[in-house]
């Protein structure tokens, strides 16, 4: 069982996501060990990245003020070094496809399981591509986290069946963004996984309250916030510690069912 998985062991858990290099590469450091402080169970580090198709409004402008202050990959693999002095907590990139290319994947994946890097998220990789880095990625002990949105119900058999670490069941069409309601109907989709796999399925995508984190709770296995703590960041910067862990505390108690 790979260290994201035993993560979801005996209890929902929370994911929260963070933008590496905003507001700083110190203060996302200190961002994420208050994520873990408030209760995370798993922290996301968004790798920013100019033309990030699946992110909404809030995060694409995070990706911009981090690479407008000169934050890269090696940047950001030397943050993870800093925050593995103090934390053991899996941690997972977000990122996509060309970045990863464009630093080598064998050089990628490497330093990924040097640093402990535990699992990686990459939107625009599809299944049907994704054999491409697959061995190198379980050489390294990285988990490549498999994606199923809505549309995907033709494929969640095949998409299960050879998911790592957990499913990332995207809760509704369209980008990454805060939504007041989820339409979408979790259940049937998450019971068509647990038909297939073993793998916990956490939600993403538009939760950003408590009410909806509960509710998501009560079906799945983990939830994951994303844009709600940029947004935080984005309206505190270098002072956002306390809201955060304030944020992170309360929806992680959501989860407690």
Known sequence: MSKITE???????????????????EKTIEYILAMEKAGADIIEIGIPFSDPIAEGPVIQNANIRALSKGINTDDIFDLVTTVREK?????????YINPVFYYGYEKFFKKCKDVGINGIVIPDLPYEEKGEISDIAKNYEVDIISLIAPTSKDRIRMIAKDATGFIYLVSSMGVTGV?????TDLNEIISEIKSETDIPVA????????EQSKNISKIADGVIVGSAIVKIIEEHGDNARPHIEKYVTAMKNSTII
């Open 179 to 183: 939504r007041s309601e989820i339409k």
């Open 7 to 25: 993560a979801f062991k005996n209890q929902k858990a929370f994911i929260g996501f963070l933008t590496a290099g905003d507001p700083s590469k």
């Open 203 to 210: 939600v993403g995508f538009g939760i950003n309250t408590p």
């Open 87 to 95: 934390s053991n907590i899996p941690l997972v990139f977000l990122t």
